[in-house]
């Protein structure tokens, strides 16, 4: 396997990319990396968790680095010269953390410009400048409109989950966007499925671009055995402390809500008896660095972790992992279960479900199409009569989650939850339904227009 450096990035992006732990270029990223450091066109099929935002980025900050242009001090006015759209401000906020992460060592600098927030902070960014851009595309035709935004200089576009903007009504937006660029770019169009309107889009946008897919890293569905555990909310950390007791899980990845919940649980274990510790924002690098590596060689066996913090672990075969708080975001729940059964290897993934948390275990379910089989634990049978209480959340790591008011659970009696609306999203097109459409699942391989493939499906 070619590593990083041997896939023709720099030495300050490798060094970037190792601090983040990562050993070894993923499949989509050993494909898509040399083909866009060449300069073509990409049209990738690859869906979250496969490494897909470091697959673009990385090349991406090598060519603006191969080709410097404009002034190399970090503050002064530049031209935007890539532009990334995504269907969500999350999604925005996640890529630009990534673009700021791996650019940590390069003159280079990077922004999010996204609807739901105010504008004013943003045309200050892009007033200072900025060389990449991680926008939403209703937002950024809002500063087209204003004239508070010069793309005449874009260099490479990147269109992330282009599925789910089409899915969201994008489709006349990203037409708008594609109008006012120049011509001349380089443009990458990443996309889990592709369905005729995406082939479409692809066509219109691509000139003969490589072509590439790989698999998903996990499936949620064929690897991961699931479960739920309903269980009172003060009683959580004893039945995970019963889990891995009876269980004697030697390794296992818990994941809470808040760094203050990870900080709580690693204490209350230790009065059971089971040393843990914990990886978040508030920790130094050096104590997450220990932290994992103890974790990775045996000498740990319980990693406590946040969902950013958990960013970039990547161990094989992690036999356990555990939802001590369930995920705001669906997508959370499906890349905290990926960190298990990897490599065809079987995991278990176990939810610890408190009665606060039945909406989140709806929507969850709804987004990966399943529901997860729940088993009551002997001695932590959860009260009936309990009510939900809101959770908290003020102490989210990171990012802005939509639907962030206060969440309502469904008042308890049984244990299954009911299917429930998804979430009100406070992005900036409210009116459009943010929980992605049943997808067709066609990956590449239909009939496409044409396009040269390069690289073999992978599954690493
Ligand atoms: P993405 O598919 O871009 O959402 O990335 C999924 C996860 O994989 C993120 O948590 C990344 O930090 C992580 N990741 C990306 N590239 C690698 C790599 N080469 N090795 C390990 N983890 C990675």
Not at 265 to 292: D, F, P
Request: hydrophobic residues 35%.
């Amino acid at each position: 396997m070619p590593s990083f450096h041997e896939l023709g990035l720099s030495e300050d992006i490798v060094r970037a990319v190792s601090e983040q732990g990562y050993t070894s270029p993923t499949p989509i990223q050993q494909q898509a990396i040399p083909a866009v450091i060449q300069g073509g066109d990409l049209l990738a099929g690859a869906q979250t968790g496969t490494g897909k935002t470091a697959g673009f980025t990385l090349p991406v900050l090598q060519r603006l680095l191969s080709q410097p242009n404009g002034p190399s001090d970090k503050t002064s006015r530049r031209p935007i010269r890539v532009l990334v759209l995504t269907p969500t401000r999350e999604l925005a906020a996640q890529v630009q953390e990534s673009v700021a992460l791996y650019s940590k060592y390069l003159p280079l600098n990077s922004g999010v410009i996204f609807g739901g927030v105010g504008i004013n902070p943003q045309i200050k960014l892009l007033k200072q400048g900025v060389d990449v851009l991680v926008a939403t595309p209703g937002r950024l035709l809002d500063h087209h409109q204003q004239g508070t935004i010069d793309l005449r200089h874009i260099e490479i576009l990147i269109l992330d989950e282009a599925d789910r903007m089409l899915d969201m009504g994008f489709i006349h937006d990203i037409k708008k966007v594609l109008a006012i660029l120049p011509p001349k770019r380089q443009n990458l169009l990443f996309s889990a499925t592709f369905s005729d309107d995406i082939k479409a889009l692809a066509d219109r946008l691509l000139n003969s671009p490589a072509m590439i897919e790989v698999a998903r890293r996990n499936s949620t569905v064929e690897v991961i055995a699931q479960k739920i555990h309903p269980v009172d909310r003060d009683k959580k950390h004893p039945l995970l402390a019963h889990l891995i007791k009876s269980q004697q899980w030697s390794q296992v990845l818990v994941f809470t809500r808040t760094k203050h919940g990870a900080n709580r649980l690693v204490e209350q274990l230790g009065k059971e008896g089971i040393t843990a510790m914990a990886i978040h924002g508030n920790k130094s690098q050096s104590a997450r660095t220990k932290a994992l590596s103890e974790f990775k060689d045996g000498s740990l066996s319980v990693l406590v972790a946040t969902d950013i913090a958990a960013r970039g672990i990547d161990i094989d075969q992690l036999p356990h992992v555990v939802n001590y708080d369930l995920p705001n975001v669906p997508e959370d729940y499906v890349h905290r279960i990926g960190r298990t059964g990897r490599a065809g290897a079987s995991g278990e993934a176990v939810s610890l479900v408190c009665v606060d948390e039945f909406k989140l275990l709806a929507d969850i379910e709804k987004f990966i199409k399943r529901q997860i089989p729940q088993e009551i634990i002997d001695g932590f049978i959860p009260d009936p009569n309990a009510k939900a209480q809101p959770i908290q959340l003020r102490s989210f790591e990171g990012r802005n989650h939509p639907g962030n008011g206060q969440r309502k659970a469904r008042p308890v009696g049984s244990n299954k939850p009911q299917a429930a609306k998804a979430p009100q999203p406070r992005n900036e097109n409210a009116a459009r339904p943010q929980q992605p459409k049943p997808r067709n699942g066609n990956l590449l391989g239909g009939k496409s227009a044409g396009p040269r493939r390069s690289g073999s499906r992978g599954n690493g």
